[in-house]
C-alpha cells in the first residue's frame, strides 16, 4: 500500500484547506485511517481517524468542530477538511491506514502504513 498526501500550503489565520490522501492497493477498502500531524519541535500527535465503514469518527480536542475527515472509497480517498485554522495548526500531515483493521484509533502504533506528509503553514 502507498499513501500519497496533498493539499498542504500556507494559509492566513482563520482560512481553510482541505488535505487529501490517495491510496493504492486493495487494503484501503474496509480500512480505518487516520490523520496525525507534527509541529516545528512537537512530537507527533493525533489529529482524526475515520472507521472502515466511514460510519465513525474521532477527533483530538484540539481540532473538534473544526476539521473533518472524510472518505471516498471509489477514489481510495480520504480527506481532511480544515476550517478556522489557527497558527498552532501548522504542521506537517500524514495520513496512515490500518490495514487489518476497521475500527479507528487515536493510537500511531496501530496503523500500518504512513503517506509521506504534507506541510501546513498557517501565519498569524
Known amino acids: 500500500v502507498q499513501l500519497q498526501a496533498s493539499g498542504g500550503g500556507l494559509v492566513q489565520t482563520g482560512g481553510s484547506l482541505r488535505l487529501s490522501c490517495a491510496a493504492s492497493?486493495?487494503?484501503?477498502?474496509?480500512?480505518?485511517m487516520g490523520w496525525f500531524r507534527q509541529g516545528p519541535g512537537k512530537e507527533r500527535e493525533f489529529v482524526a481517524t475515520?472507521?472502515?465503514?466511514?460510519?465513525?469518527?474521532d477527533y483530538a480536542d484540539s481540532v473538534k468542530g473544526r476539521f473533518t475527515i472524510s472518505r471516498d472509497d471509489a477514489k481510495k480517498t480520504v480527506y481532511l477538511q480544515m476550517n478556522n485554522l489557527k497558527h498552532e495548526d501548522t504542521a506537517v500531515y500524514y495520513c496512515?491506514?490500518?490495514?487489518?483493521?476497521?475500527?479507528?484509533?487515536?493510537?500511531?502504533?496501530?496503523?500500518?502504513?504512513w503517506g509521506q506528509g504534507t506541510e501546513v503553514t498557517v501565519s498569524s
Open positions: 475515520i472507521s472502515g465503514s466511514g460510519a465513525n469518527t
Open positions: 492497493g486493495r487494503t484501503f477498502s474496509s480500512a480505518a
Open positions: 496512515a491506514v490500518r490495514s487489518y483493521s476497521t475500527f479507528w484509533s487515536r493510537r500511531h502504533e496501530d496503523y500500518t502504513y
